[in-house]
């Protein structure tokens, strides 16, 4: 990945955000979860993509979801 992933802020429950798991969760087959993007805040981005959402690092996995990676400091 080149550069820093974007600030993407808090998800606003007023607009589309992709579920957000972390990575010890266990997602169940029985959603109905298959994009070919995760939202965040009506944007869409594309799989394999990160973002910063505050110090939170978020990673959009297959079947459009987000994945907790960590954290990362401001600079």
Not at 28 to 57: H, K, M, R, T, W
Request: charged share 30%.
């Amino acid at each position: 990945m080149t550069g820093h992933p974007p600030r993407v802020g808090a998800p606003d429950p007023e607009l589309k955000t992709s579920p957000i798991f972390d990575e010890y969760d266990e997602i169940s087959l029985d959603l109905e979860l298959e994009a070919g993007a995760c939202y965040f805040n009506d944007v869409a981005y594309p799989i394999g993509q990160s973002v910063l959402s505050g110090s939170e690092l978020l990673h959009c996995e297959e079947r459009g979801i987000w994945m907790r990676r960590g954290e990362m400091r401001p600079e």
